[in-house]
């Protein structure tokens, strides 16, 4: 009888130490990731793994999605959680996004020209990036429309980029309209949202 060691898994995949602390990764680096990699985004070459979302939060994305693809027109389609690419060395991934429905569906990354409008729904741990840096990332990628969604209670504000230009000289969005009862905006398509039926 031997006492040979037993064959171990080499644990849950995580981001190189060296590469993150270089912040040299792209996005051709989170197509190449493992089946077991955690959901991820890319933010200026470092990959950052999301906080899981909470039930509140979910509950609210599964409903607005069901309500997209009840009331969106054939020219787009509705999804959730699809990278986005940004920039060489940045992705996120919107809660939910409506995209150009030629899109193919084998694609697991967008471009940001494919997105129309993109959704952050706000949980405690993504308060300040779905508030201020995804908006600004989304604007100055060319995507012309942007909604947040805040929770307890659940209001939504709905931007598109405006011809205000911030400091880097990027074009940044503007508040088109904002409820907690009902959001109504023309564009990207006649919209009449209750809340109450995106609300858990």
């Not at 069901?66 to 920039?87: D, E, I, K, M, N």
């Not at 993109?118 to 990628?141: C, H, M, N, Q, W």
Request: with cysteine.
């Amino acid at each position: 009888m031997s006492a040979e060691p037993i064959p171990t898994s080499p644990g849950p995949w995580c981001p190189d130490p060296m590469r993150q602390q270089r912040a040299d990764y792209t996005l051709e680096d989170l197509l190449a990731l493992p089946d077991d990699a955690p959901r991820v985004e890319l933010v200026d070459g470092v990959i950052q793994v999301t906080p899981s979302p909470t039930l509140g939060h979910q509950d609210i994305s599964f409903l607005l999605r069901l309500w997209f693809h009840s009331h969106t027109p054939a020219h787009l389609r509705v999804s959730q959680a699809v990278g986005v690419g940004l920039s060489p060395n940045t992705s996120r991934q919107p809660d939910v996004l409506l995209c150009r429905a030629d899109v193919p569906s084998d694609r697991s990354s967008l471009r940001p020209a494919d997105v129309v409008l993109a959704v952050e729904i706000l949980s405690p741990g993504t308060r300040r990036i779905d508030r201020f840096a995804k908006p600004g990332e989304y604007a100055a990628a060319g995507i012309p429309f942007y909604w947040r969604i805040e929770q307890d209670p659940v209001h939504v504000y709905a931007y598109r980029i405006g011809d205000r230009v911030g400091p880097g000289g990027e074009r940044q969005y503007e508040l088109v309209a904002d409820g907690a009862d009902v959001i109504e905006v023309a564009e990207p398509f006649d919209i009449k949202l209750p809340v109450a039926e995106i609300t858990p």
